[in-house]
Every structure is written in structure tokens, then in C-alpha cells.
């Protein structure tokens, strides 16, 4: 097999060519560029067990207090890398769910700060600014440090 000069890799790449698909890995590539968010849970507060079970989940990459710290999930920092709407989808560690609301301020604050409240609900309206309703057909299981939360 013929090795690609740079020159070559570079027409390449200006003409869209996409070389890790000629390697096999297109799945792999695909499913990066379709995460929107990902992160990586750091911290599992306290009281999570007893918001899971009410319904909600909370994040923060880095909770300005101790008092709310007991209530979320801590994780890793990161950037939205595209829009995130209505009908894109949230995996919670295995499970999957679909967003149905958004509230005005849950995609600012998880910029800014990572942080939202996922509410479990499948309702078409949020009650709060900061929440992202979600619709699924297993409630979430409680999540472990090193487990991922992800939106495509």
C-alpha cells in the first residue's frame, strides 16, 4: 500500500476527504461528530439517590457550594460543540433519552457553568429555566464516578 505525502493528505482533507473512513474506523468518527456534550461524572453527591428517585437529576462541573454539592452529579468540564435542541438525545450512562423541553436558561448555564437539571418527565414545557425535560422507557440508574453523560 502506497503511503500518502503530507501534500497529498492535504488536497485530501481541503477536498473534504475523510482518511480515518479509508482506515475503518467511519462508525468511531460518526459517533464523535455527533456528540454535542460529554462528559465525565467526578463526584456522585449524597442526596443524588434521593433526586433520582424524585425524578431529577442535577449537574455542575464545578458546584460554587457545598449544600448543593450534596445534590449533584460533579463532572468534567466541556464545550457545546453544536446547538442542542428538542428531539437530540441524552445518554445517562447506558440509558438513552430524548430531550422534549428545554428551558430559556439550561443551555447558558450548562455552557457556562455545566450545569442543568434533567428532569425525567417527558413533559412538553419545563417548569423551571434551567431544566431539560426528558422522555425515556427506564428510569435512570444511579450513575458512577467514570461514567459518561452525553448529548447527540
Do not use: W
Amino acid at each position: 500500500m502506497k503511503m500518502k505525502t503530507n501534500s497529498e493528505k492535504t488536497a485530501g482533507f481541503a477536498a473534504g476527504k475523510d482518511y480515518c473512513r479509508e482506515a475503518g474506523q467511519s462508525e468511531a468518527i460518526d459517533e464523535v461528530k455527533a456528540m454535542k456534550y460529554e462528559v465525565e461524572v467526578l463526584k456522585v453527591g449524597e442526596f443524588v439517590p434521593d433526586m433520582l428517585e424524585n425524578g431529577d437529576m442535577v449537574i455542575f462541573d464545578d458546584c460554587p457550594n457545598d449544600t448543593l454539592a450534596d445534590v449533584c452529579y460533579m463532572h468534567t468540564r466541556c464545550e457545546i460543540t453544536a446547538p442542542i435542541e428538542v428531539g437530540d438525545m441524552v445518554l445517562v450512562g447506558t440509558k438513552s433519552y430524548r430531550i422534549t423541553a428545554i428551558g430559556d436558561e439550561a443551555l447558558h448555564t450548562l455552557q457556562e457553568l455545566g450545569h442543568c437539571t434533567f428532569k425525567f418527565d417527558g413533559l412538553p414545557a419545563v417548569e423551571l429555566p434551567g431544566q431539560i425535560s426528558l422522555q425515556g422507557d427506564e428510569d435512570p440508574d444511579l450513575l458512577s464516578v467514570g461514567d459518561k453523560i452525553c448529548i447527540k
